[in-house]
């Protein structure tokens, strides 16, 4: 909970008001304070508590589980590391680049296993909502939002296959592929 929580760094992301990341973030205060009532830790402020709306926090009191970056989780699961060796570049995605993207997400966890291969990471998302720099501060070597004109969200989740093969499409020729 708080300025940095989880409510308040990702409710927005998904739609929700201002009222609804008080409500939320609240509700993860309070979580915290129980568990911490039932436990005798804080566990609140442990980075990841917040995950999936407090089950890390759950994880940890109940399960006496450790948690660890879910990009670390999923990279060893896929075998990220060995599916590298002899590719050219990397395509991937996200719903949004965003300032929390630098902070964590999919694309950080790709592109720093990426660059020490020299391996270009291009990105298509939803929603391009960094500066440029910041695109590269990420990591990428370019990153493109599949909308194609102004469109309203409702708008943009109804036909978001056709938006992305067009960008792809277009990404692939520029690659001369």
Do not use: W
């Amino acid at each position: 909970h708080g300025p940095r929580g989880a409510a308040r760094v990702y409710a927005p992301q998904k739609g929700a008001d201002e009222a609804a990341v008080d409500l939320l973030d609240a509700g993860l205060q309070h979580l915290g304070q129980l568990l911490e009532g039932l436990t005798g830790q804080d566990i609140s402020n442990t980075p990841g508590s917040g995950a999936a709306g407090g089950l890390g926090a759950g994880s940890l009191a109940f399960l006496k589980a450790t948690l660890q970056p879910g990009i670390t989780t999923v990279m060893e699961f896929t075998q990220f590391e060995k599916a590298l060796e002899g590719q050219d570049y990397i395509i991937t995605g996200e719903g949004q680049l965003d300032e929390q993207t630098l902070h964590g997400k999919l694309i950080k966890g790709i592109t720093e296993r990426a660059q020490p291969r020299n391996i270009p990471v291009l990105a298509l998302c939803g929603a391009l909502r960094v500066a440029p720099e910041a695109v590269t501060e990420i990591g990428l070597q370019a990153a493109f939002s599949i909308q194609n004109r102004p469109v309203d969200l409702p708008t943009a989740l109804q036909q978001p296959g056709e938006r992305l093969e067009s960008t792809a499409y277009h990404l692939g020729r520029g690659l001369g592929r």
